[in-house]
């Protein structure tokens, strides 16, 4: 007989075998998405011609990168909290490979400046970034930092500390394609900077850092914002991108 326990770990293989055999690359940053109906990973016959010619990037060099830095900084996560539940041997090196994929896109943002996260729109550096994206690095990174070895754990604080001092130095200002550049404080997904730079903090301990944590909460109101919604501002009357989004 089956058991329950036996069966959410089967799933979970199985799901762990599609991220690591169909979505993730040969530099093992996971793809935003697979053709789940042949499982298989994407190929550029697949998309609509919309988006793409903003870069210089194939369908699939477009849309399976635009969120990689998310798909792939959860799976270090979810990979990292499996080893510490299970010691698996095959957890931790799914983690370290999945963590290469990460450094992979952070390498590719270094010419701009240290710290810098692009989108890897077709394996290249893009000038496109975005609070999500880094937050769920972060987040994966805070987790594999807890089972990584000591060499890694200094690398992966340096790049926590970087990531953070980017966004400061930008004064949390910047563009998405041609939408003009704003404050990234300031709209609804604002408190996700909290985030960011909390979980930075969390992994670095640098005393800036924590100092900028601080300062967010505080003086910039995101602690108190961290409930706020899409829905809830519009039906305020208030809209994001003149509402698009709702």
């Known amino acids: 007989m089956t058991t329950e326990s036996e069966t959410l770990e089967q799933r979970a293989e199985q799901f762990t075998l599609l991220l690591t055999d169909i979505a993730a690359d040969q530099h093992h940053i996971v793809r935003t998405g ?17 988006l793409y010619h ?8 477009f849309y399976c990168y635009e969120d990689a830095g998310m798909t792939t900084g959860g799976f270090l996560a979810a990979q990292s909290i499996r080893y510490q539940v299970t010691g698996q041997a095959e957890a931790m090196a799914s983690a370290n490979r999945t963590f290469e994929g990460l450094r992979f896109i952070y390498n590719l943002g270094k010419p701009k400046q240290e710290g810098f996260f692009p989108k890897p729109y077709g394996l290249r550096m893009s000038n ?6 880094y937050i769920f690095v ?24 970087k990531m953070a001092e980017y966004w400061i130095s ?4 910047y563009s998405y394609f041609s939408i003009p550049s704003t404050n990234h404080l300031k709209d609804y997904m604002g408190p996700l900077v909290l985030g960011l730079i909390g979980i930075a ?12 944590r601080n300062r967010l909460f505080k003086q910039e109101n995101l602690g108190i914002r961290m409930s706020e919604t899409l829905r809830e ?9 003149g509402g698009m989004y709702f």
């Open 34 to 50: 697979i053709h789940m109906d042949e499982l298989r990973p994407l190929r550029d016959t697949d998309f609509p011609e919309d």
């Open 54 to 61: 903003l870069t210089d990037a194939t369908p699939t060099g």
């Open 128 to 133: 496109e970034i975005s609070r999500d994206q």
């Open 138 to 161: 972060l987040a994966g990174l805070a987790a594999y930092h807890q089972i990584a070895s000591a060499k890694r754990r200094v690398e992966i604080q340096r790049m926590a500390e």
């Open 170 to 173: 930008i004064d949390y200002c």
């Open 201 to 212: 903090g969390l992994i670095c301990g640098s005393d800036r850092i924590v100092r900028e």
């Open 233 to 241: 501002q519009f039906r305020q009357g208030q809209t994001y991108d």
